[in-house]
């Protein structure tokens, strides 16, 4: 176990000892001298050792970013803590240490293979995004209950597992039980689990076991169904008709209408709504149908256009990759000349020859590029037209039928009306069959209040389709424009830009590496 | 395979020809000297004396056919059924005779019908063998090989007729020497449709042409003058070979008289009727232009004569059977008529007494009594023909496996020969070999095919290239290092030469596709490798002269390697700017060179060069490592420089990959080597290879069967000697009959069962004779044991009682045998009675 603080002084990582294991542990040899004489990035390190170095606290990592594997073993380190940074660790060994708790290794979501032998850990826990756990070694800890074990369910890929030395390896059932119930472990405590003793184990704690998968079944299905939901929520969203095969629309009228709730204990109201909402959502629920198709043949008109595109460049690239390959042929000759030359002036007309050679292959090049940046430039105009014409049509039809809506609305309205004045007219001769309550007949004192309070109603109604109405064209119209941005900033600048420079690159190397040819000549006369 | 037969049969013959005998099927001469006479006559009463000055000229030839020796069959040969006609197939006789005499009544100007030949049993030459006799000569005529053919057909299923009809000389001569060869034909090329660019609504438009357009309709329409110029001049000269070639003319033709198949649809999933033509085993399509015209069809049930024009061949023949306008048939047929009788039956009739020549030939003729109707009834009645009077045909697996007379078969195409033999009779497992010639002479060979079966080197074709001296070999699956098919000069055989080899990528483990050879160059293909490599290319040099006595192309003295090229497939899971491409090793310039892959929206690609450290091939050695000895262009310009240690170390792995890939040279060489060899010891040793299942031709199996059938013969002699026969002391008795009387049967019986029981009896009385002895003696004993018992002394006591136990044991014993044998007796009797009744010997009495 660990050793007395007061004996030796812990340690610091610090850069001088970082420095030094990464020297002691890279490369070797002649290569080792180059590194050394080069310096070796932290960032480029692969793997570090830091072990038997007493290090107390886990700290001056982040610059290791491509660490893949790191041994801590046997230090005095009592919390893990610092590693955020390393999340492309694959092998992590902090055994023979002080630790007394899992934790901090939340983003190390590649982590394989982990160890934590020899520690003062009592309970498995926050490892749930170690997804990718293969080996897990918590071997000499001080782990009592066995209950904790079916947190390591979680890990799908988990086939090595080291309990050995753990306070409860001492009961009886100990080994039966974890066999049972983490099914995919292969290796326990350094020996292979048979199949006998796995049927034997699942005979034993068949009742419990079955019903966890049973509980994990119905989870995962929840779960799925959820997911499913989602999507089509998500879906619907595209189409910019969320909610509309629901009376969501409707109900959301009545959401914040508080007149409009009261005026429903009204006599004869209940029939109103009953039918007015029945239309209502017949209405919605075709423009919600409509909603997907167009949603439909938007996505089509998308992926068309895109592949399209890719086509046409795809076509571009091979014509420019073999007008390069055809110069490449050719310079190979013509560099294998020059070699041989030994005449000044031959190898000034050569050389001049390459040059223009050069020149023509660039004109080439960009003449492949200006053709494309022409076609693509006609194409996406003709892409930002249909789609804008694809917009109004899809806007104009959901407009249609939100009027509709206002159309019913403002019928029902009118009945609503008649309805409250003949109430009304009741209520003031005291001949109202039914009891209504207090609320109400608090707006029947006279007639303007009522009158007011079905019309408040119905222009909260209005404001909420309204609204729907504005929701809807704002977002697709958003979505038009950042797509049409897109596909210009992407396809036509940025596209252009790339290539432009690649083909100037290429050029510039072309004429550096003839110059540089020139001159190796030119020093050997 | 048992088949029925057209059974028309009979002394009288109606052939119209002579048949020649066609002998193995190749050739069959159908020249009709009466025809040729009619001709002659016909000229001659146009014009007496121009007939005269060419009489003079003619010079007549005896009949050539009368030269063949005839073959005689030797009627002992054949069972009855070939020899005697059964009353039925006299009655079928009668009416085949009424028919043919209604029909040349009717039809004056048509020729006699192939009716009732006679067969191997009759006498005169005219005649129809039975396809079982054509099957064991293995020769006949076109007559007789439709018979045979159509019988099989008709016996497997197929609703097939013989047809007689007229054909042209070369069909009647199976002379095919005009006609491509059938494995020469190259299978029409699916000319594979450029795929169109599709049309899509956002494809770009092409860039636009900015060349005059005039000018190019004017290259375009020079272009086309020029082409069609050529092609008429191909054309013209096609036409002039074809006409060098064309047969000459026929002065028969159209009076060949031939017989072929027919197979019509319905049956056996044939979707639409074809020809068969017998001598070459070829289906053609009805309008088979070679065919010219069809006398009269018939299969086993019916005989029907073709009522249709022929002036144009068979082109646009009906064979609907039914329709009576059209085929004339023999007897009332259960193929659906065309009309339908009740209700046009009185049509019919009409057109009876308008037309009488076209209907009356249903049967009715002066001399029949019976009304139409009661012919139609009796007809229905005796409408089922007799059962066929030919063997069943057998084909012994040998024959068919030998397929011609000794297996041997050459036949003439079109400027070239095929010689076709049987599966094992050739000792290097030749089967079929085709020789294509430049000229209709066969004198200039151009290629040389060859076709092998069971090799045991899976050879399976052979090309000879006689022009450019190449020779192909395909292979079978099987072999060992995968080897499909091989091509080198006949001239250069030998390692590091001109060849190609390819080989079956999916059964090597190096997934090596190809391997294309020159004196100075290797280059090979590959598939699916997990390294990604598909191609490599090496240069050689000139080995180094040495001194010395001359090295074979042993490990000893291997070629420099100049260059070394290796390209690699795109490796998804790696960047594309560190997925190699190509790396060039350039050997002699102690160089590498690597082509990256392009990114995917890029056009150009990384490219790197290293300089080899001097002492690179020094064992052991440290390399050092400079950075001039590194040279790199990178697309993005803005990428990270390399580290100088991991330029080295890069270094160091190309290194070894150079080493590697100057191994894998090494080996492909030996390679070649190691499978030249193989090739050579092959040829010399072609054994063929023999299935298992193959008991008639693998010695060892057989030789293992017949040890069995030895060993199951000696169990058998055993056995016999071990079953007794019961009866034989008294078939003796009698003298040993050869047959038994039924009184003498009564008598074995009787003697048999009497001579058991009293042995039984025997038996039973001498266990009680010894039952008694045994009591006696111990009564005996016992009364003397009474009489001394008191002077006895202890010893003869014992003795005493010793014996009386004993004896007790002794009498129970045989009491119980006694019992036993009582029981038994019956038992036994009642047995021999069954086994005796069902004795073959004399089962039949009882």
């Given at each position: 176990m660990s050793r007395l603080y007061d004996t030796v002084e812990p340690s610091v990582i610090d850069e001088e000892m970082l420095q030094k294991a990464v020297e002691d542990q890279g490369p070797k040899e002649e290569a080792g001298k180059i590194a050394k004489v080069e310096g070796i990035d932290f960032a480029d390190v692969k793997s570090l050792r830091l072990d038997f170095k007493n290090i107390l606290k886990i700290d001056n990592l982040w610059e290791f970013s491509c660490l893949t594997k790191l041994q801590l073993d046997n230090n005095i380190i009592e919390k893990i803590e610092g590693?955020?940074?390393?999340?492309?660790?694959v092998w992590l060994d902090l055994s023979f240490n002080n630790i007394e708790m899992i934790e901090g290794l939340d983003k190390l979501t590649r982590l394989e293979d982990l160890t934590l032998y020899n520690n003062r850990i009592s309970k498995i826990e926050n490892m749930d995004t170690m997804t990718n756990l293969q080996v897990f070694s918590i071997g000499n800890n001080d782990l009592k209950d066995l209950e904790n074990l079916v947190y390591l369910r979680r890990f799908k890929k988990l086939k090595t597992l080291n309990l050995n030395g753990n306070p409860f390896c001492s009961q009886p059932e100990y080994r039966m039980y974890v066999i049972a119930f983490l099914s995919n472990v292969e290796f326990l405590d350094y020996r292979l689990i048979d199949q006998q003793s796995k049927d034997a184990a699942y005979e034993k704690y068949q009742i419990p076991i079955e019903e966890m998968l049973h509980n994990e079944k119905q989870g995962e299905l929840k779960k799925e169904d959820e997911e499913k939901k989602a999507k089509q929520l998500e879906l619907h969203r595209n189409a910019y008709v969320e909610g509309m095969d629901g009376p969501s629309l409707f109900d959301m009228m009545y959401s914040d209408d508080a007149e409009g709730n009261r005026l429903k204990e009204m006599p004869g109201v209940d029939e109103l709504i009953l039918t007015f909402k029945e239309k209502f959502v017949a209405i919605c629920y075709q423009m919600f149908e409509f909603g997907l198709q167009e949603n439909e043949k938007r996505q089509e008109e998308v992926a068309q256009f895109w592949e399209c595109v890719e086509e046409a460049k795809l076509e571009n690239k091979e014509m420019g990759m073999k007008t390069i390959a055809d110069f490449m042929v050719y310079k190979k000759k013509a560099f294998q000349e020059l070699g041989q030359i030994s005449d000044s002036t031959l190898l000034d007309t050569k050389v001049k020859e390459f040059n223009t050679q050069v020149s023509e292959l660039w004109d080439k090049l960009m003449g492949l590029e200006l053709q494309i940046v022409d076609q693509l430039e006609e194409v996406i105009k003709d892409y930002e037209r249909n789609m804008a014409d694809m917009v109004s049509t899809f806007l104009e039809n959901i407009q249609g039928f939100l009027s509709q809506c206002r159309d019913l609305e403002n019928i029902h309205h009118e009945r609503m009306m008649e309805l409250s004045i003949v109430t009304l007219e009741k209520v003031i001769k005291n001949e109202l069959d039914e009891e209504i309550s207090e609320d109400l007949r608090m707006l029947f004192v006279d007639k303007d209040t009522i009158i007011n309070a079905v019309s408040s109603s119905h222009d909260s109604h209005l404001l909420k389709i309204d609204n729907k109405e504005d929701d809807i064209v704002t977002r697709i119209n958003n979505w038009l424009k950042t797509m049409i941005e897109q596909i210009h900033e992407e396809q036509e600048i940025v596209r252009n830009r790339r290539r432009v420079s690649e083909i100037n690159n290429l050029i510039d190397h072309l004429r550096d590496e003839i110059d540089g040819l020139e001159i190796q000549q030119g020093a050997q006369y | 395979m048992t088949a029925k037969m057209p059974s028309e049969e009979g002394k009288q013959n109606d052939a119209s020809s002579e048949q020649n005998e066609n002998d193995g099927g190749e050739t069959s001469d159908l020249l009709g000297e009466d025809e040729d006479d009619e001709k002659q006559e016909e000229e001659l009463s146009e014009n007496a004396e121009a007939l005269k000055e060419e009489l003079a000229k003619i010079v007549v030839h005896p009949p050539t056919q009368e030269q063949l020796p005839k073959e005689i069959f030797d009627p002992a040969e054949f069972p009855d059924s070939y020899k005697e006609n059964l009353p039925k197939e006299n009655l079928v006789l009668q009416y085949s005779e009424n028919f043919r005499r209604q029909y040349v009544h009717l039809y004056r100007d048509r020729k006699p019908l192939f009716l009732n030949p006679v067969n191997e049993?009759?006498?005169?030459?005219r005649r129809l063998l039975s396809p079982t006799t054509i099957l064991k000569r293995q020769k006949g005529n076109c007559f007789e090989y439709s018979t045979l053919l159509c019988s099989l057909l008709a016996g497997a299923g197929y609703d097939a007729y013989v047809v007689s009809g007229y054909a042209t000389r070369e069909v009647c001569l199976a002379d095919e020497s005009r006609e491509i060869c059938p494995l020469l034909k190259t299978k029409e090329e699916k000319m594979e449709e450029e795929r169109k660019k599709e049309m899509k609504k956002y494809t770009v438009k092409p860039p636009k042409d900015l060349r005059s357009k005039f000018i190019l309709k004017q290259e375009a329409r020079a272009k086309s003058e020029k082409e069609s110029e050529i092609a008429k001049r191909r054309q013209e000269e096609e036409e002039k070979q074809a006409e060098l070639e064309k047969p000459p003319p026929d002065p028969l033709h159209g009076l060949r008289i031939h017989s072929w198949v027919l197979v019509l649809p319905g049956k056996r999933e044939v979707p639409e009727g074809f020809f068969i033509e017998?001598?070459?085993g070829l289906s053609h399509p009805l309008d088979y232009e070679s065919y010219l015209g069809i006398e009269s069809i018939w299969s086993h049930a019916n005989y029907w004569v073709n009522m249709q024009d022929c002036s144009e061949g068979v082109k646009g023949m009906n064979y609907d059977l039914g329709d009576c306008t059209q085929w004339e048939f023999m007897f009332n047929t259960d193929k659906p008529l065309l009309q339908i009788p009740e209700a046009e039956d009185d049509i019919i009739e009409g057109l009876e007494d308008e037309d009488g020549s076209n209907k009356g030939l249903r049967l009715m003729t002066e001399d029949t009594i019976f009304s139409e109707m009661d012919i139609q009834e009796e007809l229905e009645k005796q409408m089922d023909m007799p059962p066929t009077w030919v063997e069943p045909i057998r084909l012994s697996r040998k024959d068919f496996e030998m397929r011609c007379p000794q297996g041997k078969k050459v036949k003439l195409y079109k400027r070239a020969k095929l010689e076709k033999f049987a599966h094992y009779l050739m000792r290097d497992g030749l089967i079929c070999k085709l020789s294509v010639y430049e000229d209709r002479e066969l004198t200039a060979l151009i290629m040389v095919r060859e076709y092998y079966a069971h090799r045991e080197d899976k050879l399976q074709t052979k090309v000879y290239?006689?022009?450019?001296?190449i020779v192909v070999e395909y292979f079978n699956e099987g072999r060992m290092r995968c080897l499909k098919e091989h091509q080198f000069k006949a001239s250069n055989p030998g390692p590091e030469n001109e060849r190609t080899m390819h080989f079956f990528d999916e059964a090597r483990v190096d997934g090596l596709v190809s391997r294309i050879e020159t004196p100075t160059e290797m280059t090979e293909h590959y598939k699916d490798r997990e390294d990604f490599l598909y191609y490599k290319h090496v240069e050689f040099g000139k080995r180094p002269k040495k001194f010395g006595p001359q090295e074979g192309f042993g490990s000893n003295n291997p070629r420099p390697i100049l260059k070394m090229v290796q390209k690699f497939h795109r490796n998804r899971s790696k960047l594309a700017n560190e997925d190699i491409a190509e790396l060039v090793f350039m050997c002699s310039e102690d160089k590498i060179q690597i082509t990256y892959h392009t990114e995917d929206k890029r056009i150009a690609s990384s490219t790197r060069e290293y300089i080899k450290p001097h002492n690179w091939d020094e064992k052991g050695a440290t390399l050092t490592f400079s950075g001039d000895m590194h040279q790199t262009f990178q697309v993005d310009p803005t990428s990270q420089q390399n580290k100088q240690v991991e330029l080295y170390q890069m270094l160091l792995e190309l290194l070894k990959a150079e080493d590697k890939c100057r191994e894998q040279v090494r080996e492909s060489e030996m390679e070649v080597v190691e499978i030249l060899k193989d090739r050579t010891r092959e040829e010399s040793a072609s054994e063929l290879d023999i299935s298992v299942y193959d008991t008639e031709r693998n010695e060892k199996a057989k030789k293992h069967r017949r040890e069995l059938e030895r060993r199951q013969l000696e169990e058998k002699m055993r056995k016999q000697e071990m079953e007794v026969d019961y009866l034989a002391p008294f078939l003796a008795q009698l003298g040993e009959p050869e047959k038994l009387t039924r009184q003498q049967a009564y008598q074995l019986r009787e003697d048999c069962l009497g001579d058991l029981k009293q042995r039984l009896i025997d038996k039973a009385n001498l266990i009680q004779a010894r039952f008694e002895k045994e009591t006696q003696e111990l009564q005996k004993k016992q009364a003397w044991y009474q009489q001394n018992q008191v002077s006895m002394q202890k010893n003869d006591e014992e003795e005493y009682l010793n014996y009386c136990s004993e004896a007790m044991f002794r009498i129970h014993i045989l009491e119980l045998r006694l019992n036993r044998h009582k029981e038994n007796a019956p038992h036994k009797y009642m047995m021999l009675e069954q086994t005796l009744r069902q004795d073959p010997r004399l089962a039949e009495f009882f």
């Open positions: 590693l955020d940074t390393l999340v492309n660790l | 049993c009759g006498v005169e030459p017998p001598f070459t290239n006689h022009r450019t001296g």
